[in-house]
Nanobody, 124 residues
Framework: QVQLEESGGGLVQAGGSLTLSCVAS????????MGWFRQAPGKEREFVAA????????IDAASVDGRFTISRDIPNDTVYLQMDSLKPEDTAVYYC?????????????????WGQGTQVTVSA
């Protein structure tokens, strides 16, 4: 059974930093893309970043403007999201997700498994 366990969310003041972690289990993920989406209240779930098993990665520049960094520990099936210079508009539930293959896509329905989400709240 595939499980994605996120951690690292919390409450932080604007300008602060958080690092989210996600550990995948249940099968080998060395041929999967791992990534992060987020969903703010009343909004659709949106792509944030992803990292493929061949070493490529994509950050959604429009929403995070160079403030976020994704990294991955492939042998340990773990993906991280380093979030710096946080803004109140970054407040959302952040979801870890995986999809088979090396192609990084931005569509919610193109990912195969999801974590339960971790809340990130940024106060002004």
């Amino acid at each position: 059974q595939v499980q994605l366990e996120e951690s690292g969310g919390g409450l932080v003041q604007a300008g602060g930093s958080l690092t989210l972690s996600c550990v995948a289990s249940g099968r080998p993920f060395n041929s999967y893309t791992m990534g992060w989406f987020r969903q703010a209240p009343g909004k659709e779930r949106e792509f944030v970043a992803a990292s493929s098993w061949i070493g490529s990665s994509t950050i959604d520049a429009a929403s995070v403007d160079g403030r976020f960094t994704i990294s991955r520990d492939i042998p340990n099936d773990t993906v991280y999201l380093q979030m710096d210079s946080l803004k109140p508009e970054d407040t959302a539930v952040y979801y870890c997700t995986v999809r088979r293959g090396a192609v990084i896509t931005r569509g919610v329905h193109e990912y195969n498994y999801w974590g339960q989400g971790t809340q990130v709240t940024v106060s002004a």
